[in-house]
């Protein structure tokens, strides 16, 4: 038989995320108990030909050799960590609002006066497009060691046409430059600019009429996100912009319910969003029209946490509703100056009772689904693509239970191996 060009051998336990204990393949995100369920093979072996998976099994069961074989005996083997919302390129950082929230003033205080979103504008649109790569590729790298082979990015720190595109075009080039695959999501809808303020009718119009079309026809973007909340954009603001992008050929997606219920869920669940993200204030009604859309809760924990909100997303509402569930770091630098999905995974159980097998598939095929990649990536499956991970545990549990540390042995992307902590 033709060698398989990289083989990974007697895996403690290989997460396949593929087949439920029933043995049956759910077809989309997992729902419910499917979310618990692992598609665990102990003894496990993965073979990779042209980057994609050739078998998965147990060692014994196979027939192949590798050009490049690894021994993974005692590790857990696990699909590549799918980062599915972030704010990934932007300038800047706002440690002094940090310590303002520390003293008692509000996200929303600090954003009227001028801080938050609107301080982060300015700098990412005083800053080049070299300076943004920069940024942007050093940050990949942080995550990429930390098991991230897969993140969605946002624009929306530019709020004006040339500065959107300047972001999404930055993201085209990193994508094409770095290892980590990037989803590139518009988010022309994150505030109104300064020089809006007072028109917000006039900027809607200026996404409308201008971003949109400029950025569905140049293809920088696959997704169409809005900042749906009181004082920046309310319901029917969302859905104008969200319906327009799906003109567009954007896909929508939305902040929602994330400092208070805003409707967010509710028009996710109308507009058949791919994903509704926050949701820590959503409305009974908004959860079952999502229920019954199949749109995927993203639910950030970072946030909630770094705004020291006391209350978190109802993840195992959402869980035993079968809404189906996906993690993520919102990486930005007002509410969530995190990086890494292994820490929100530790803090989606923390905070959110999520157990440890949730997170993982939240973190894995659900994560692929938020971002239309569900049938290429997020699950170890013959066809799909090699981005796996080898973990230096023997069982999945310890993933979140060692908290704030980093787990990661290698990382493997398209069949290669992009990152290996025993050469460094
Ligand atoms: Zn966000």
Aim: charged letters at 30%.
């Amino acid at each position: 038989m033709e060698k398989a060009d990289l083989v990974v051998k007697g895996a403690k336990e290989l997460l396949t995320l593929g087949k439920t204990d029933r043995n049956v393949r759910p077809t989309g995100p997992r729902r419910g108990r499917e979310m618990s369920e692992l598609g665990i093979v102990e003894d496990g072996a993965l073979a990779v030909r042209d980057g994609k998976i050739v078998f998965v099994g147990k060692t014994q069961e196979l027939k192949m050799g590798g050009k490049e074989e690894i021994n993974a005996s005692g590790r857990v083997v696990l699909p590549g960590f799918i980062d599915s919302h972030t704010h990934l390129i932007f300038a800047g950082s706002r440690e002094k609002e940090f310590e303002r929230r520390l003293l008692g003033e509000s996200y929303q205080e600090i954003a009227e006066g001028g801080g938050g979103i609107l301080s982060t504008v300015k700098a990412t649109r005083d800053a080049s497009r070299e300076s943004l790569f920069e940024l942007g590729r050093n940050r990949l790298d942080e995550m990429l060691q930390w098991g991230t082979t897969t993140v969605e990015v946002k624009s929306g720190y530019g709020l004006r046409t040339e500065d959107e595109i300047k972001i999404l075009e930055v993201i085209q080039e990193l994508n094409r430059k770095h290892s980590i695959d990037l989803v590139p999501t518009f988010l022309g809808g994150h505030e109104v600019p300064i020089e809006y303020r007072g028109n917000k009718e006039g900027y809607i119009r200026k996404i409308e009429e201008e971003m949109l079309p400029q950025i569905s026809k140049m293809n920088l973007a696959s997704f169409c996100d809005v900042f749906c909340e009181e004082g920046v954009f309310d319901y029917e603001e969302s859905r104008r912009i969200l319906k327009k992008g799906k003109e567009y050929g954007l896909k929508p997606k939305i902040h929602a319910d994330e400092l208070s219920s805003s409707g967010g869920a509710d028009l996710a669940g109308e507009l058949g969003a791919i994903s509704a993200d926050h949701l820590t204030y959503p409305s009974e009604k908004g959860l079952e029209g999502m229920r019954r859309n199949g749109t995927i809760a993203v639910l950030l924990p970072g946030t909630s946490l770094f705004l020291r909100s006391e209350t978190h997303a109802p993840a195992r509402r959402m869980i035993e509703m079968g809404i189906p569930v996906a993690l993520a770091t919102d990486f930005n630098p007002g509410s969530s100056p995190i990086l890494f999905m292994p820490i929100i995974f530790g803090l989606a159980s923390l905070l959110m009772r999520m157990t440890p097998a949730e997170v993982i598939t939240a973190g894995t095929i659900n994560g692929a689904y938020a971002v239309g990649k569900g049938e290429r990536v997020g699950s170890l499956e013959v066809g799909k693509d090699a981005d796996f991970l080898i973990l230096n545990i023997d069982h999945y549990r310890q993933l979140p239970y060692w908290f704030g540390q980093n787990l990661v042995e290698k990382v493997v992307k398209k069949g290669k191996v992009v990152w290996n902590r025993s050469r460094v």
